[in-house]
């Protein structure tokens, strides 16, 4: 591929780079709190339950990142 191809297809992305990679990490990490939640529950693991709630303050701060990025660099 050419450069030129490169950059259309890179364009042609809506989440490219820095918010991709947030978008990613903060979907991941929500899955996990996910399971980590049900788990916990259905074992009766208080400690699994106290780390899907940790999980969740990790996706609060991923949410912040992600929209301070939108905002910094808008519809680039």
């Known amino acids: 591929m050419s450069k030129m191809q ?3 297809f890179a364009k042609m992305s809506k989440y490219s780079g820095k918010k991709c990679r947030l978008l990613s990490m903060m979907l991941l990490t929500g899955f996990f709190f996910f399971v980590e939640i049900v788990v916990g ?3 009766n693991s208080m400690s699994l339950v106290a780390d899907s709630f940790h999980m969740l303050g990790d996706i609060a ?3 912040i990142s992600f929209l301070s990025v939108k905002v910094r660099y808008g519809n680039q």
């Open 6 to 8: 490169l950059f259309v």
């Open 41 to 43: 529950y259905v074992t």
């Open 61 to 63: 701060a991923l949410v």
